[in-house]
T-cell receptor, first 111, second 115 residues
């Protein structure tokens, strides 16, 4: 059973377009993290959302945590080729600190 | 720069050979872990450690061994390589004493091919 379902799996858009990717679960989480992974590199943390309904902005990236803390979304405004990468959501276990990932959304932004 | 260092970056092994993937961090993080990343499967946890001398299994531990003799180092050993272990391996570290928002720092990976 996949605890975190990410959609879409692949997304190819033109520079300047807006997009939203999703991270869904039937479980309730105390927090969710979003990472971006560029080709040939390891994932890099973008943001952590903690409170239900929380919205966090990172330049052109807007992250939202669902009211019930079961889902999260990432919206990118005016995408640029530099946004290309694999976007991963993850949750961290409480007592053992294990980090569990969704399978990710592979975003390609074409110039 | 401070961070997680993985060596080697690339490796080709023959079936049945053994090898050790090295991971070192200089951030004094207690928590370290190993993941493998395969197409369509995402990042899966192999083994993890919450401190020197303490290790535990993750989701896909079979065929791998770990030890944690120091805070800085967390090597991953392949006992007898199999083609199914062809993958990209990532080491990550974190501090368990930080709040939940504290992220994990990942190395740049080791791309392993078993022929």
């Amino acid at each position: 059973t996949q605890l975190l379902e990410q959609s879409p799996q692949f997304l190819s858009i033109q520079e300047g377009e807006n997009l939203t990717v999703y991270c869904n679960s039937s479980s309730v989480f105390s927090s969710l993290q979003w990472y971006r992974q560029e080709p040939g590199e390891g994932p890099v943390l973008l943001v952590t959302v903690v409170t239900g309904g929380e919205v966090k902005k990172l330049k052109r990236l807007t992250f939202q945590f669902g009211d019930a803390r079961k889902d999260s979304s990432l919206h990118i405004t005016a995408a640029q080729p530099g946004d290309t990468g694999l976007y991963l959501c993850a949750f961290r276990g409480g007592s053992n600190y294990k980090l569990t990932f969704g399978k990710g959304t592979l975003l390609t932004v074409n110039p | 720069n401070a961070g997680v260092t993985q060596t080697p970056k690339f490796q080709v092994l023959k079936t049945g050979q053994s090898m050790t993937l090295q991971c070192a961090q200089d951030m004094n993080h207690e928590y370290m872990s190993w993941y493998r990343q395969d197409p369509g499967m995402g990042l899966r946890l192999i083994h993890y450690s919450v401190g020197a001398g303490i290790t535990d299994q993750g989701e896909v531990p079979n065929g791998y061994n770990v030890s944690r003799s120091t805070t800085e180092d967390f090597p991953l050993r392949l006992l007898s390589a199999a083609p199914s272990q062809t993958s990209v391996y990532f080491c990550a570290s974190s501090s368990p004493w930080e709040p939940a928002g504290y992220g994990y720092t990942f190395g740049s990976g080791t791309r392993l091919t078993v022929v």
